[in-house]
């Protein structure tokens, strides 16, 4: 019964590369919800997705950053052109409906 | 606009105390609320939660209040344990059934040290 994944852990990228963050849910739930947490604050929402379908972005940067969450495999937040702001830990959470389970969190060095 | 809030960053309890934190928050659409417990380089784990419409729930050693006319509520442990030291989160959604997505808005943590 694995929790949820998360991968890379840790990801460096330099200035103007691609990030991409993969989010695999628990089993049977079909929730997804990105998070990012800046040094010393808490976790911000960033985007709400089901399976094929964005929800709620409403907390996503106007650029740059995308997400999806297809058919099959994992979700995946993507960060084109990273900035040295960019750095942060972007954890997943999925839902069966209520509560929402984190998954240990990748975090992003922008060097 | 920080709709809900952690005032105290840190706190330290002798072990076998109780540690008590406390949450704030803004919005009186939020109708259910959460506590996350944080490790360094882990993500939260799920604690303990409370509807709108309770005013206690407990489960083992971890009681949440809530008090909706001060939009306040607070997370005790009893008796506080040294495993316990971590980052502590409130966090706050309004119900999907309302049209809302559930996404949680979260405090800024609370830091607690457990001493032996």
């Known amino acids: 019964n694995a929790g949820v994944m998360q991968n890379p852990r840790h990801l460096v990228r330099r200035r103007g590369q691609e990030a991409r963050l993969r989010c695999s849910p628990m089993k049977g739930h079909s929730h997804v919800y990105w998070y990012r947490q800046l040094p010393e604050e808490g976790l911000k929402f960033m985007v709400y997705?089901?399976?094929?379908?964005?929800?709620?972005e409403s907390g996503m940067p106007k650029e740059r950053f995308s997400a999806e969450f297809p058919k099959e495999g994992p979700s995946i937040l993507r960060i084109q052109q990273v900035v040295r702001g960019d750095s942060a830990a972007y954890f997943c959470?999925?839902?069966?409906?209520?509560?929402?389970?984190f998954g240990p969190g990748t975090r992003l060095t922008v060097l | 606009d920080q709709q809900v809030k952690q005032n105290s960053p840190s706190l330290s309890v002798q072990e076998g105390r109780i540690s008590i934190l406390n949450c704030d928050y803004t919005?009186?659409?939020?109708?259910?609320f959460l506590w996350y417990k944080k490790y360094p380089a882990e993500g939260p784990t799920f604690l303990i939660s409370?509807?709108?419409?309770?005013d206690k729930n407990e489960d083992g050693r971890f009681t949440v209040f809530l008090n909706k006319s001060a939009k306040h509520l607070s997370l005790h442990i009893v008796p506080s344990q040294p495993g316990d030291s971590a980052v502590y989160f409130c966090?706050?959604?309004?119900?999907?059934?309302?049209?809302?997505?559930?996404?949680?808005?979260f405090g800024q943590g609370t830091t607690l040290q457990v001493k032996p």
């Open positions: 997705l089901q399976k094929e379908n964005i929800i709620d």
């Open positions: 966090a706050a959604s309004a119900s999907i059934s309302s049209g809302n997505t559930g996404k949680l808005i």
């Open positions: 409370i509807s709108s419409i309770k």
């Open positions: 919005n009186s659409m939020f109708d259910y």
């Open positions: 959470a999925s839902s069966p409906g209520v509560e929402q389970f």
